[in-house]
Nanobody, 124 residues
Framework: QVQLVESGGGLVQAGGSLRLSCAAS????????MGWFRQAPGKEREAVAA????????YYADSVKGRFTISRDNAKATVYLQMNSLKPEDTATYYC?????????????????WGQGTQVTVSS
């Protein structure tokens, strides 16, 4: 089992940047495929970015391609989401998740462990 704790959310103006962090417990962090998801008020949770479990390939939702970058530091058991050129429509609660088995990286049904979320608010 792995526990996930997100941080780094906040209020930022449109065009600004934030970096989210997700610290994971446990010594098997490197075995998990990691992903970021978000949920805006009144909307369903959606995938943002994720790593492949096998070769660290990255996947991005079309809405964030070219603006967001997912990265990980296995030594620190931490995954990051660098968010640039933020837009008001990026406002949401952002969740980190861990995927222990096989599954498409952007499919939230493949994830077994979730953090509590961190709020990102982008003002216009």
């Amino acid at each position: 089992q792995v526990q996930l704790v997100e941080s780094g959310g906040g209020l930022v103006q449109a065009g600004g940047s934030l970096r989210l962090s997700c610290a994971a417990s446990g010594r098997t962090f490197s075995r998990y495929g990691m992903g970021w998801f978000r949920q805006a008020p009144g909307k369903e949770r959606e995938a943002v970015a994720a790593f492949s479990r096998s070769d660290d390939s990255t996947y991005y939702a079309d809405s964030v391609k070219g603006r967001f970058t997912i990265s990980r530091d296995n030594a620190k058991a931490t995954v990051y989401l660098q968010m640039n050129s933020l837009k008001p429509e990026d406002t949401a609660t952002y969740y980190c998740a861990a995927r222990p088995g096989i599954g498409f990286p952007l499919d939230q049904r493949a994830y077994a462990y979730w953090g509590q979320g961190t709020q990102v608010t982008v003002s216009s």
